[in-house]
Structure formats: structure tokens, C-alpha cells
């Protein structure tokens, strides 16, 4: 095999291995970018459960509170 001969080899499976590595990182980056997606969606999920009983129990109180006003003022008339 001449020296030009081992040289296309050579650059041949150079350019194969570059491309496959380039596939694999673009590959690794989507997978990344799903991730990350799915993690701010359980974030988001996980806030807005904390967020809904806190709504709930404050919703709640206000009712309390003005049925107790709503009663004092049927008391004093």
C-alpha cells in the first residue's frame, strides 16, 4: 500500500470518528436539554402544590374572619 493510500485511510476513518463523535455530543446535549426541561417542570409542580394549600388555608381563614364580622354586626343591629 502506498504512502497516499495509508494516508486516505487514515483520513478517512479520522473524518468517520469526528463525525460520529459530533453526533454522539449533539446527542448528549438534547438529552441534557430534556432533562433540564423535565426538571423545571417538577420544580414549577412541585411549587404549585405548595402554593395551593397555602391559598386554600388563607382563603379559609378570610371566610372565618368575616363570618365573624358578618355575625357582630347582626348581634349589634
Do not use: W
Not at 454522539?24 to 402554593?51: G, V
Amino acid at each position: 500500500m502506498s504512502f497516499t493510500g495509508m494516508l486516505y485511510v487514515l483520513v478517512s476513518c479520522g473524518l468517520y470518528q469526528s463525525i460520529h463523535f459530533y453526533q454522539a455530543a449533539m446527542e448528549r446535549q438534547t438529552i441534557a436539554a430534556q432533562l433540564e426541561t423535565q426538571l423545571s417542570h417538577a420544580e414549577l409542580e412541585n411549587l404549585k402544590s405548595q402554593l395551593h394549600p397555602h391559598f386554600l388555608f388563607n382563603s379559609l381563614h378570610t371566610i372565618g374572619i368575616l363570618m365573624q364580622e358578618d355575625v357582630m354586626l347582626r348581634a349589634i343591629c
